[in-house]
């Protein structure tokens, strides 16, 4: 019996050597295809995806493979062409021989915030976008971009605009709305609480109240890092709404989709405030001395 255990242990392993050097070394791609890597996929979202397209055989070798080299997968569009090994595609991917970008702007991002990131995946230089595109906060649509290798800075502002007018053709859009939708944008947490945030805040409105958005503060300040207390009162700024009544000047970020059709189509249920949880979620209040109560009983 022992003899026998030894024998079918070796007779596996032989196996699984046999089939690690097949995808490694001899396995084709069936046909040409392009494959996408998006921003943020991992080695075995990756390897599970080549193997949905029939690109490879095992994603648990494609992920072995990988961690054994502590490689780290571009993204980007590729080019696979059917002669291709496994060990042809890890390498392909590593090194970043990408056909196209594949880039993702979240929404909430501030135009500062974009022109980094793009930097920092030397598509422009630091600063080329912020140069031209300034007078834009607001309307960059956060979005997934395939971008060719010979694009420029004002081709990506021009493209991300005209994604923003075809996304929101069929809404009433007026600069107001997209002020106040970048700033639901920076508050919510959850898809829930947008319209119930943007009620709020037209609540205030229409009572003439200030609106006392933390996120002016932080936009003003040039960082979403939290703010302390002496920063309601000492942040000289315009866009400071602690300080100043109505909109500022212009929106703080870039918002998505949800967020401005919050604004459109808000949840107006009478409230006046609001604090998010631990969680996340929101807590609203129609007084001042009701918030207080909910302030103390879960903060």
Same mark, same amino acid.
């Given at each position: 019996?022992?003899?026998?255990?030894?024998? $079918?242990?070796?007779?596996?392993?032989?196996?699984? !050597?046999?089939?690690?050097?097949?995808?490694?070394?001899?396995?084709?791609?069936?046909?040409?295809?392009?494959?996408?890597?998006?921003?943020?996929?991992?080695?075995?979202?990756?390897?599970?995806?080549?193997?949905?397209?029939?690109?490879?055989?095992? $994603?648990?070798?494609?992920?072995?493979?990988?961690?054994?080299?502590?490689?780290?997968?571009?993204?980007?569009?590729?080019?696979?062409?059917?002669?291709?090994?496994?060990?042809?595609?890890?390498?392909?991917?590593?090194?970043?021989?990408?056909?196209?970008?594949?880039?993702?702007?979240?929404?909430?991002?501030?135009?500062?915030?974009?022109?980094?990131?793009?930097?920092?995946?030397?598509?422009?230089?630091?600063?080329?976008?912020?140069?031209?595109?300034?007078?834009?906060?607001?309307?960059?649509?956060?979005?997934?971009?395939?971008?060719?290798?010979?694009?420029?800075?004002?081709?990506?502002?021009?493209?991300?605009?005209?994604?923003?007018?075809?996304?929101?053709?069929?809404?009433?859009?007026?600069?107001?709305?997209?002020? !106040?939708?970048?700033?639901?944008?920076?508050?919510?947490?959850?898809?829930?609480?947008?319209?119930?945030?943007?009620?709020?805040?037209?609540?205030?409105?229409?009572?003439?109240?200030?609106?006392?958005?933390?996120?002016?503060?932080?936009?003003?300040?040039?960082?979403?890092?939290?703010?302390?207390? $002496?920063?309601?009162?000492?942040?000289?700024?315009?866009?400071?709404?602690?300080?100043?009544?109505?909109?500022?000047?212009?929106?703080?970020?870039?918002?998505?989709?949800?967020?401005?059709?919050?604004?459109?189509?808000?949840?107006?249920?009478?409230?006046?405030?609001?604090?998010?949880?631990?969680?996340?979620?929101?807590?609203?209040?129609?007084?001042?001395?009701?918030?207080?109560?909910?302030?103390?009983?879960?903060?």
């Amino acid at each position: 019996m022992k003899k026998i255990i030894i024998y $079918s242990t070796i007779i596996i392993l032989l196996i699984v !050597l046999v089939l690690l050097t097949y995808e490694i070394f001899f396995r084709k791609a069936g046909k040409d295809i392009q494959f996408n890597i998006s921003q943020g996929e991992g080695t075995r979202d990756i390897a599970q995806n080549l193997r949905k397209d029939k690109l490879i055989f095992s $994603s648990l070798t494609f992920s072995m493979y990988v961690y054994q080299r502590h490689w780290y997968l571009q993204p980007g569009v590729y080019n696979i062409s059917k002669n291709m090994t496994m060990l042809d595609m890890a390498r392909l991917f590593h090194e970043g021989k990408f056909q196209d970008y594949l880039i993702t702007i979240p929404e909430g991002w501030r135009l500062t915030q974009i022109d980094d990131y793009l930097a920092e995946k030397k598509i422009i230089k630091k600063g080329e976008l912020t140069k031209i595109a300034t007078a834009d906060e607001g309307y960059l649509f956060p979005d997934t971009y395939r971008l060719s290798k010979e694009v420029n800075t004002t081709e990506i502002r021009e493209e991300m605009i005209k994604n923003f007018n075809e996304k929101t053709a069929d809404l009433k859009i007026t600069p107001e709305v997209i002020i !106040l939708a970048s700033i639901v944008e920076r508050e919510a947490k959850f898809d829930e609480d947008r319209p119930k945030i943007a009620g709020v805040y037209l609540n205030r409105q229409e009572k003439g109240m200030k609106l006392e958005a933390d996120p002016t503060i932080q936009y003003a300040k040039g960082s979403w890092e939290p703010i302390t207390a $002496s920063d309601y009162k000492n942040v000289n700024s315009p866009y400071n709404t602690y300080l100043h009544e109505g909109l500022p000047p212009g929106p703080i970020c870039n918002p998505g989709l949800k967020s401005i059709e919050a604004v459109l189509f808000p949840q107006k249920d009478g409230f006046l405030y609001f604090f998010h949880k631990a969680d996340g979620h929101a807590v609203y209040s129609a007084t001042a001395e009701e918030h207080k109560a909910n302030l103390e009983k879960y903060q």
